[in-house]
């Protein structure tokens, strides 16, 4: 293959897999390096490195969840508490091997707007996950429940400056893949302008 057919195998194949199909396999720590380690190769400008991690594992899954659930419970008004989400949450990573909450910290070069060290953590984001694909590691990149809300931001002593991207579940599955899908054409998305 191709340098080119090799990425764009990857690119095609990554698939959101939800933490309720993974499996309980666990990932080694040093893997998870490996995927932090290309996290670090996302564009810069200016060298700001904006992305950060929380990496969880072992019992810090379990308990990350708890707290998850219970953050969701304290600030959730009692007619809005739905039991089912609570549970949800709580139970999520029953069967993850790591969750990595990743944030952007908001640099001082006052030369770069915030929306520039965002995108490059999202770029940071897409390397963990097309690394996760290519070893057959299954992840989900979650916003859900608390994840962006202030609550989550405190209990990760995040600063007002900083911006929580999401967390990222990450473990193995047995189950095939779901089929990609998008929506909308690629006709609706790019326009070529002629010189
Ligand atoms: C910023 C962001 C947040 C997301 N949050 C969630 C989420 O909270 N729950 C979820 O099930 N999927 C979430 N996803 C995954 C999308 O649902 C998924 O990417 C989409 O369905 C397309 O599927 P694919 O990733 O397999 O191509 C998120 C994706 C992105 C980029």
Known sequence: MTNFEIISKTITER??????IF?????????IEQLLNLANWAPT???????????????????????HANLYKQNTPEEKFIQATY???????????HI???????????NIPELEEIC???CAVQNILLG?????????????GQILKPSMK?????????TMLGILYLGYTDQPKPAGKRLVSMEEKVMWYRS
Not at 45 to 58: D, N
Not at 100 to 109: L, M
Request: proline fraction near 4%.
């Open 132 to 144: 996760a694909e290519s070893l057959d590691i299954a992840a989900l990149w979650s916003t859900g």
């Open 100 to 110: 990595i909450a990743v944030f952007s910290k908001r640099g001082e070069n006052p």
């Open 23 to 31: 499996n309980g396999k666990k990932i080694d720590n040093a893997v």
């Open 45 to 67: 400008h200016a060298f700001t490195e904006p992305w950060r991690f929380v990496v969880m594992h072992g019992d810090g899954v379990k308990r990350f969840c708890e707290d």
């Open 87 to 97: 549970d949800k949450l709580k139970t999520q990573g029953d069967s993850v091997s």
């Open 15 to 20: 698939r959101s897999t939800k933490p309720q």
């Open 154 to 162: 405190q209990y990760l002593n995040l600063r007002e400056e900083d």
């Open 120 to 122: 490059a953590t999202a």
